[in-house]
Structures are given as C-alpha cells and as structure tokens.
C-alpha cells in the first residue's frame, strides 16, 4: 500500500539546523516533494527531488535516497517565521497525482 | 512561479445551501487542476482531479453529485459544495499543473452553520 511517514511535531531553536525526516513506501516512485505551509494557507512549494542526493536551495536543503525510500529536508539559521507545517509528498507515476504525508508541525522557540 | 487564485477566501452558510468556490490560473493555462480537502491539524486529501473539458476523476469515498465539479475553460475551475452539512466544514485548496509541478490557490474556509 501507499504510506509516507513525517514526525508529528518537531521543536527547534533559531538560529538552530532541524531536520525533518520522511519516509515512504509507494508503488512506485517519480519524484519527491517538500512544502510549506503555515496556519490556515495553501502549502508553497520548497524542494523537489527525483535523483538520489542533496539538493540545496539557500537556507534549505533536501535529500532523497530512493533505495532507501527516504528524505530529509535540512533547515539552517532557523528563524521565527519558518515556524509552520511541512508537508512531504511523492509522485507515484506519470499522473502527476501526488500522495501527501501528514505533515510535520515545527515549531522554532527564541 | 505559476499563480493560482481562489474565490471565496471564506464563506460561511447555512445547512442544506449550496456554495460554489472559483479556482483560476491567472497567468498559466491549466489543462489539469486538482481539488483538495484539509480538516484541522491534518493533511491535503485529494478529493478530485479537473481536466478542462472532459469529466473529473473522483478519489474514492468522494460523492461526485455532492462535489460537483466543472472544468469549462483553461483557466477555471470550480467545485460546488451541494447541499452542504457542517461536516463538510474545511479548508478547500485547488492547485494547477505546470510541467509536472503543482501550484496551490490560496484556499477557500468553508464554516457550515
């Protein structure tokens, strides 16, 4: 079956790094999604990985293993307002469909 | 990157009314728009896909005669809430397709009294 596994709620510093894991386990695989999205907003988009690796985007970076079926996404020099829930999602095939995990709460603290 | 717009931004009415939300792309056409459902403190459910000019596509355990949707031109879509109950009550995003790359409308909160 499809599942995509994120952490509830993180709690981070600022000025601190957190990263936030996701797992997945899909029937198949065409890419990997990370987004934002604050309280009561529609998600923006931040990463999107298809090729094992890093991929680094200024304060942002995420990472994709897909025999591991695994990603991260790396935040530094944390600030208030990146508190806000981060989704992961990944892109079974060629319908552009995606499958959303829960999402992370993070919360940063002064 | 694309724009999606929504309208309402909120919308509250009665039980039993019907309420209609607009989806456009403003500066992209989108041959395909995705309608989704998020309740509090839980993620985006898909409810639906739009193709512009045929019929959408339903995800299981969505009513298509309750969430009507209509997908006329390249830049619009729209999803009508028939007959509404409170537990329809939820945060509605669409979001357009641009080379494989979802781009998200603001959202519409829909409060059924």
Redesign the interface.
């Given at each position: 079956g499809q599942n995509i596994d994120q952490p509830t709620e993180m709690t981070a510093t600022e000025g601190a790094i957190v990263q936030i894991n996701c797992t997945y386990q899909t029937s198949g695989f065409n890419?990997l999604f990370w987004y934002q999205q604050h309280a009561?907003?529609?998600?923006?988009?931040l990463s999107?990985n298809v090729l094992d690796g890093l991929e680094e985007k200024g304060r942002f970076s995420s990472f994709l293993s897909r025999s591991k079926g695994y990603s991260y996404l790396l935040l530094k020099e944390l600030q208030m307002k990146d508190s806000a829930s981060y989704?992961c999602a990944v892109?079974e095939g060629s319908?552009?469909?995606?499958i959303?995990?829960?999402?992370t709460k993070l919360i940063i603290k002064p | 990157g694309a724009v999606v717009s929504q309208h309402p931004s909120r919308v509250i009415c009665k039980s039993g009314t019907s309420v209609k939300i607009e989806c456009r792309s403003l500066d992209f056409q989108a041959t395909t728009m995705f309608w989704y459902r998020q309740f509090p403190k839980q993620s985006l459910m898909l409810m639906a896909t739009s193709n512009e000019g045929s019929k959408a596509t339903y995800e299981q355990g969505v009513e298509k005669d309750k969430f009507l949707i209509n997908h006329a031109s390249l830049t619009l879509s729209t999803l009508t809430v028939t007959s509404a109950h409170p537990e329809d009550s939820s945060f509605y995003i669409c979001s357009g397709l641009v080379h494989g790359e979802q781009f998200f409308g603001p959202g519409t909160r829909l409060t059924v009294l």
């Open positions: 890419g009561g907003e529609a998600p923006t988009f999107y989704l892109r319908n552009y469909q995606l959303w995990g829960a999402g | -």
